[in-house]
């Protein structure tokens, strides 16, 4: 019933900036919650691979290709989380895809991932 959806992609010519937004909706209620949220990307005809991760508590994790360039946030009241990348390069072009890990809570416990539809970013140099 969670769907995540993406807006904010694009195209940028290298050295632009670009934010990628996703709001998470559905049954989160008070036997769910949202913890650790992110983006991943795939470009073509490579491997899936992180960008960046932010627990709900804000501690933020970032590939290192990406790292002082991209910034993760999130806004737990909105249930949205956010990735702004500034400095692009080429080699960002990708297919970038929100993720959520929700805490399901009753009679156990156990988490489970969903994924955004997917935004593509286009870097041109």
């Known amino acids: 019933q969670v769907q995540l959806v993406e807006s904010g992609g694009g195209l940028v010519q290298a050295g632009g900036s670009l934010r990628l937004s996703c709001a998470a909706s559905?049954?989160?209620?008070?036997?769910?919650?949202?913890?650790?949220m992110g983006w991943y990307r795939q470009a073509p005809g490579k491997q899936r691979e992180l960008v960046a991760t932010i627990t709900s508590d804000g501690i933020a994790n970032y590939a290192d290709s990406v790292k002082g360039r991209f910034t993760i946030s999130r806004d737990n009241a909105k249930n949205t989380v956010s990735l702004q990348m500034n400095s692009l390069k080429p080699e960002d072009t990708a297919v970038y895809y929100c993720n959520a890990q929700i805490l399901r809570s009753g009679s156990y416990a156990y988490t489970q991932g969903y994924w955004g539809q997917g935004s593509q970013v286009t870097v041109s140099s």
């Open positions: 559905g049954s989160i209620s008070r036997i769910s919650r949202i913890n650790a």
